[in-house]
Every structure is written in C-alpha cells, then in structure tokens.
T-cell receptor, first 118, second 117 residues
Framework: GAVVSQHPSRVICKSGTSVKIECRSLDFQATTMFWYRQFPKQSLMLMATSNEGSKATYEQGVEKDKFLINHASLTLSTLTVTSAHPEDSSFYIC??????????????FGPGTRLTVL | AQKITQTQPGMFVQEKEAVTLDCTYDTSDPSYGLFWYKQPSSGEMIFLIYQGSYDQQNATEGRYSLNFQKARKSANLVISASQLGDSAMYFCAMREEGMGGSYIPTFGRGTSLIVHP
C-alpha cells in the first residue's frame, strides 16, 4: 500500500522554541493531507486539512498562528508548532489522501511524531 | 452530537476466541464510508477494513469482518480467532463528503482490546 513518512518520530524541545514536523507521501501524490493531534488514551482530533498550493483549513478551536501548516508540494506538508509550551506536548499524526481514489481507503497515515515540550 | 460512538472503552478476550467491537454512527449523507483502524502502542494507525454505504455485502478482510447494519447505523468489527498481537486500540471512523468535495474523516473515541493467553 501507499507509504507516508513522518519526521521526526520523536522530538523533545524547550518551552518557547518552534518545532517543524514533516509529512511526506513517498509513492503517490497527495492532493490533501490531514493533521491530527492525539492525547494519551484518546481519539484522534483533526486539527487541519491541507491542500497543495492553498491555505490550510483549520478546525474550530485550533490556533492558526500556533500551528502553521504548509503544503508546498504534492508530496510534502509541514506542521510547525510555534513557541511551543508544555501543553502542546502530544502525539501528532498526519495522513495523506491520494486524489485518484475517492473510495475505499484513500487515506494513508504516517507513523506519528511524539512531541514533548519541557 | 457525536458522529461516531464507540461505547466500549475496554474489552477483554481470550486468545483464539472471537470478539465484537461496537460502533454506531450518525449521518444524513447518503454516501459515506466506514473504516476500522488498529493502533498498537507504537502509535501507528493500521487500516483494517472498509465498508461503503452502498455496499450490499458485509466487508471481510482475513480475520476481520464488519457487521454492517445500515438501518441501525451500526458498523461493528468482528475479530475471529483473536491473537495476542491483536491487543491494541481500535478506532471506528466515518468519511463524509465535506465542503468543496473533500472527504472529512471523523473518529470515534476508541476501544482498548486486550487479548489474554
């Protein structure tokens, strides 16, 4: 099946710094990418939908200036957590949608990034 | 209102037995898709099975089958012959068509399955 990579898999940073997470579709062109946040033992919370070449659509309650999303190419989307604070510590997962398949499992997930802000 | 409801926060099953994980959904969209994902402790989301709203037959994938009852808006996952490696979180998800034709996924809260030897 299609492969989506995420980098880094784990990051620890100091409060106040910015962290960039990359999501890449390795063998297909992703017209749409989704960014999720997951707290321990909880469900995935959709943060934003990212379409190549356009501004991301953020879910209600997600700060656009805090979580910067850039989808510069059909294979890469980045999430930058700006001025990170301990409450931003979480598991961040991206998924990529192959625009050729509108049915079945057209969403492919990355392995996730565990962010810890000290 | 929740679109995807998983009422079982935790389930236990004996190895080699079958287990059913419940999922109900709420939508007014006639066209939708239902998914089940497995998330082991490593965190990766593993796709298990898919059911389209217009599919006449229940989906099956190896030991996984989806008991789709459209009138009840129910999409339960059945795992047959449970294995120790099945211990994980299981998420039910629904895809509806959002604004502009994009497909917006919604996830349930998940069910933690523990398989006992």
């Amino acid at each position: 099946g299609a492969v989506v990579s995420q980098h880094p898999s784990r990051v620890i940073c100091k409060s106040g710094t910015s962290v960039k997470i990359e999501c890449r579709s390795l063998d297909f062109q992703a017209t749409t990418m989704f960014w999720y946040r997951q707290f321990p033992k909880q469900s995935l919370m959709l943060m934003a939908t990212s379409n190549e070449g356009s501004k991301a659509t953020y879910e209600q309650g997600v700060e656009k200036d805090k979580f910067l999303i850039n989808h510069a190419s059909l294979t890469l989307s980045t999430l930058t957590v700006t001025s990170a604070h301990p409450e931003d510590s979480s598991f961040y997962i991206c998924s990529a949608q192959d625009g050729r398949f509108v049915d079945y499992n057209e969403q492919f997930f990355g392995p996730g990034t565990r962010l810890t802000v000290l | 209102a929740q679109k995807i409801t998983q009422t079982q926060p935790g389930m236990f099953v004996q190895e080699k037995e079958a287990v059913t994980l419940d999922c109900t959904y709420d939508t007014s969209d006639p066209s939708y898709g239902l998914f089940w994902y497995k998330q082991p402790s490593s965190g990766e989301m593993i796709f298990l099975i898919y059911q389209g709203s217009y599919d006449q037959q229940n989906a099956t994938e190896g030991r996984y089958s989806l008991n789709f009852q459209k009138a009840r808006k129910s999409a339960n996952l059945v795992i047959s012959a449970s294995q120790l490696g099945d211990s994980a979180m299981y998420f039910c998800a629904m895809r509806e068509e959002g604004m502009g034709g994009s497909y917006i996924p919604t996830f349930g809260r998940g069910t933690s399955l523990i398989v006992h030897p």
